[in-house]
């Protein structure tokens, strides 16, 4: 799949913007705070609906501005269709070809995209809930239930800790109502995970050999659940109750899950230089986009913000050869990147956006 065009009306610091892309490398340049990313941002709030910037709707919106909307041109084996968006009033509305999608439902297999930003250098150096993000943004394109599962899980959390929370002595009766809703969504959503992450896994292992030359990282899933089967679930939770009542609060479960990136088994969020970190999880997003390629609908769409400034010429040059497998697009402040020629580059100030290739 690939995107052939995008418009952007009040996107961030873009007036009225409309941009082309070919199926290849799209070079994006520019000096900093001109607009680069917000292209990128752009792309994969129309795959994803969210942004990886903010989780605050209004301020995709630009400044001064009540609305703002996208629209992009997606071009499969099957067809070409539209997905569109508004932003208005902190609120989102999505559509394909005119037709809004209902409220918790996603494009997710019409249209793809995986994003490395220089934030997702947190990934690795911070908290499990960052390596959880990526797992959910990225991996979780891979499965349509993905998103239902999560969200349904999150439901169940919400309504448990509230019980817990709320109640000084909550009945016991109360709790294992939600405890056997918890058990099944966790057990659900665990097991698609622990699928998807070791589906994942060889991708990234190759990839990250391919870039750096050296030996290949290894993924590994640490889930919160000791056991994949409900009644595992219930008496790890039983375990726990004491625990939760005392703290008011659910302490297992997928929302305590946790990602590992190991070289020759040394765990690069303590061992690992800044090199290795950005090379694991270029690595794991070149690996995320293998194994979106198998499903129906082909390669996702890569987007690459300002992933080439700390990394080697030969680096650099692994990379953009790996990452040929799709429609990649790429944002540097370097008009050349190790010698290889884009099909296209376009040059961005102040929110406005020129091809000059």
């Not at 494009?107 to 250098?121: H, K, M, T």
């Not at 999560?150 to 919400?158: C, G, I, T």
């Amino acid at each position: 799949m690939v995107i052939e065009e995008l418009q952007l009306h009040n996107w961030r610091n873009a007036g009225a913007v409309a941009v082309d892309f070919p199926p290849g490398l799209t070079l994006v340049t520019g000096q900093n705070a001109q607009g680069k990313t917000n292209l990128l941002e752009a792309v994969f709030f129309l795959a994803t609906g969210r942004s990886h910037r903010t989780s605050h709707a209004e301020e995709l919106v630009g400044f001064a501005h009540k609305a703002a909307h996208l629209r992009g041109v997606i071009r499969r084996d099957s067809g070409t269709f539209v997905l569109s968006a508004a932003i208005a009033d902190g609120r989102v509305n999505r559509q394909r070809d005119g037709k809004a999608f209902r409220r918790g439902q996603d494009p997710l297999g019409d249209f793809s995209a995986i994003l490395f930003a220089p934030e997702d250098l947190l990934v690795l150096k911070g908290a499990p809930a960052e390596r959880r993000r990526i797992l959910d943004l990225d991996l979780g394109q891979a499965a349509p239930s993905y998103r239902s599962l999560h969200a349904n899980y999150a439901k169940v959390l919400r309504q448990r800790n509230a019980l817990l929370r709320n109640y000084e002595h909550p009945a016991r009766e109360m709790l294992a109502a939600w405890d056997m809703a918890w058990a099944k969504a966790a057990v659900a959503l665990t097991q698609l995970r622990a699928r998807l992450v070791k589906e994942t896994a060889p991708h990234l292992g190759r990839r990250s050999a391919e870039i750096s030359g050296g030996p290949p990282a290894a993924l590994v899933y640490e889930p919160s659940l000791s056991g994949d089967t409900v009644p595992e679930a219930l008496e790890q939770l039983a375990a726990r109750q004491e625990d939760e009542l005392r703290r008011r609060t659910s302490l297992v479960g997928p929302h305590r899950d946790d990602l590992r990136v190991e070289i020759d088994g040394r765990d690069l969020r303590l061992f690992g230089s800044q090199g290795e970190q950005r090379t694991a999880l270029v690595a794991f997003k070149l690996a995320a986009v293998e194994v979106l390629s198998q499903r129906p609908g082909g390669a996702p769409v890569l987007l690459l913000d300002d992933v080439l400034s700390e990394l080697d010429q030969g680096r650099r040059r692994n990379l953009l050869v790996a990452a040929m497998v799709a429609q990649t697009i790429v944002t540097t402040t370097e008009p050349q990147l190790a010698g290889m020629q884009p099909d296209r580059t376009i040059a961005v100030r102040g929110g406005e956006y020129e091809r000059t290739w």
